[in-house]
């Protein structure tokens, strides 16, 4: 019995910091939204429409929708190359991450 309680309460927890993370990223994409437009949209890797439907939430309409129990960010690196410049696995990390930021522009280019 405590091994299911146990579990139980690790699921909760891990709802819980769910929740608050989605909280969290969604009040600051607002907020870099609000501030700036088109850098948020390139930071954030969303569109022009999404960024104008979570500027105008309401603080209700964020609690609500961070509620949920499926987390809102992602990774958006998902090529192992991306990974390797970010990493530094080369000798000058500098240029590495310099090239990582130019293949994830990319990225925002083939979606926007």
């Not at 709802?15 to 870099?32: C, G, K, P, S, V």
């Not at 309409?61 to 809102?72: C, E, S, T």
């Not at 410049?85 to 083939?110: C, F, N, P, Q």
Request: glycine content about 6%; some cysteine; hydrophobic content about 45%.
């Amino acid at each position: 019995m405590t091994a299911v309680t146990s579990t139980e309460t690790t699921k909760s927890k891990l709802l819980e910091e769910i929740r608050e993370t989605n909280l969290a990223y969604l009040m600051l994409a607002q907020h870099m939204i609000r501030e700036d437009r088109a850098e948020s949209l390139y930071r954030l890797g969303i569109s022009g429409e999404l960024a104008d439907l979570i500027a105008s939430l309401t603080p209700g309409q964020l609690l609500k929708i961070a509620a949920g129990n499926l987390l809102m960010c992602r990774l958006r690196f998902d090529e192992q190359i991306v990974w390797d410049l970010l990493t530094g696995h080369s000798r000058d990390r500098s240029a590495g991450a310099v090239h990582a930021r130019i293949l994830m522009a990319g990225k925002l280019a083939e979606v926007v």
